[in-house]
């Protein structure tokens, strides 16, 4: 039985004949999933055991049904679902056990994995944020490439992110921006209309990241970082847009 | 005629669970004749043309029929076949379009004017456009554009022929959190409610620490059947056709209205607004409430359009996921459950 093969009949036993084959098929996963475990070298190996168990359990009870699971045609797809089930695992039991602190929302550009309190740790944030610099320097302007046949909403798009990622490190604020954008132009720019916008360009870098994704064209680990940028990007604007919207609130 | 149903056209686009209210047919402009971009003809110019001028100087003939509600529709000629919509002001408007082409091939939305939309029905078979609480499917004919108004399905799942056995479940299982969620539910006479139930038992349980895990595993290595997992699959194998198909219809109802729910509230993303994080909260345990029943409906062998229409559900989830707030309230034990079965599950709502 291959892995992927396995992975797709595990199931909860129902006292038929194919309870044999289900019990089979989790003997395959678990080795994989101990070997996956080694990989996340940070954690402690009473944990990592306890993960391997957790996730062929969830596995077990319904987890390999969803859409994500079910997607994993080949052993490698398998295989980094798993490593990604297992890393989220242990980050759950670390924040249970409060052996990682909630991310600092006030800090910028942090990377998503730097909460963790180690070397490793540091070293996994420097790696996020070299991701991050090639996110906004290649799969920004290949996105736009994928996305868009036209030039002018290709450029516009660029423009689009870039407007975001000044909101997202609070380099300007939502009023400025419209300010620049009036004078750029010569029309004003409404809120909801430079929102509407944002949102465009956002969806179209979060359907290029699942694309990527699923064809197979970035590592699960690296879809997961391009997907926090978008999701950083996203966060601050809409901060911004939050808090210039109290601020009105708070005008007389 | 269409090419396409307006029932194959809401299955292809993930909104099969709506339910359609009004139809209407209006025919395609008379000209083509632009005085603005001369007196050629039109249909020389393709779509990312006329999208590349911002349809300056196209001619639209605009067209009214309840079956629009409060949208703004224009027509083209039968030649280029472009469709313009506009959202009454302030309200966002929100274009879906069959998977396939890129969107910037076949819709065009002025970035000055995100409340319109220029949409090429020679090449997409079918559009849904939604503005506030008014939803139409569009589609090209021969001889014009064919509308029809949309609604969420108001149908209530009527009782099952195979009721869910809840209580004998919730007897076995050993998972105090999911007894606690499903016994309400258990005394309900509401046939989805029931359903749901069952899904949360099939898909939710959790060992509460690594050595319950290795214990139930170990017992599953043995070949014990837990019944608090095995009895809802069994259950759902055994349903009749008319119980599954009626379980899919009501799943697919609430999956096209939670799509739009979502939508609604990834158009205002505002953490401090008293309600949208409890708003959030609620279409993610919703999500959750439609996996389990996917769950069951798989181990039913029904393989039908409730995949394609969470799939394109899941990509709006993605989104308003990733618009939440960092410093948003994620504490959530059935999504945190979410996550750990499913870590690319959107509606677990994971930073």
Known sequence: MTLHEAFHTLGPNDGTADDVRRETAAAVVFVELARQVRRLASFEGDHQDDAVQSVL???????????SARECDTDGRVIGYLYNALRYALIDQARRGKRLRPLDPQVHE????????????????????????????????????????????????????????????????????????????GRPIEENTLHKRHSRARRDLENHVRRLRRDGLVALDVAAEYEACVSFLQRRASSAREAARAARRREP | MTNITAHEALDRLGFEGLTVASAAEFQWSATDQSHALGAGDLTALAFSALAAGGF?????????????????????????????????PDVPLHVQLPDGLPDDDVAYVPEEDPGTAYLDLSRVS???????????????????????????????????????????????????????????????GDAWSRVVAAGMLARLQMPASGAQA???????????????????RKWARALGAADRAAIEAQALAESAALRLDIEDAADDVHADAEGWPDLVREVAHRRDDLEGVLVLLDAAGVDGPLRTALARLDREGQLLRLSLPADIDRDDERLRRAGLKDPDAWWSLAA
């Not at chain 1, 359990?57 to 859409?67: A, K, M, P």
């Not at chain 2, 554009?145 to 809840?166: I, W």
């Not at chain 2, 004998?168 to 299982?173: E, I, L």
């Open chain 1, 57 to 67: 359990f969830n596995l077990v009870v319904g987890g390999n049904r969803s859409e």
């Open chain 1, 110 to 185: 942090r990377p998503r994995s730097a909460g963790v309190d180690s070397p490793e740790g540091e070293a996994v944030a420097a790696q996020t944020l070299a991701i991050r610099e090639r996110f906004f320097a290649e799969v920004v302007p290949r996105c736009a490439e994928a996305t868009y046949t036209r030039e002018r909403p290709r450029a516009d798009f660029i423009e689009a992110v870039a407007q975001m990622r000044r909101l997202a490190t609070e380099a300007i604020t939502v009023e400025q921006l419209r300010a620049e954008i009036a004078s750029d132009t």
């Open chain 2, 56 to 88: 300056v100087g196209v001619p639209f003939a605009d067209v009214r029929d309840a079956a629009l509600g409060r949208l703004g529709a224009a027509v083209s000629s039968s030649a280029t076949r472009v469709v313009r919509v506009e959202a009454p």
């Open chain 2, 126 to 188: 079918a559009v849904v456009v939604r503005a506030g609480a008014d939803t139409v499917l569009l589609r090209a004919s021969p001889g014009g554009l064919v509308v029809n108004g949309l609604e969420r399905s108001t149908s209530v799942l009527a009782p099952l022929q195979a009721t869910p056995d809840l209580a004998a479940w919730t007897g076995a299982c050993r998972d105090p959190w999911v007894v606690e969620q499903v016994d309400p539910l258990v005394s309900s």
């Open chain 2, 214 to 232: 290795r214990e139930w595993l170990a017992g599953f290595r043995e070949g014990r059947v837990d019944e608090s997992v095995a009895g809802p």
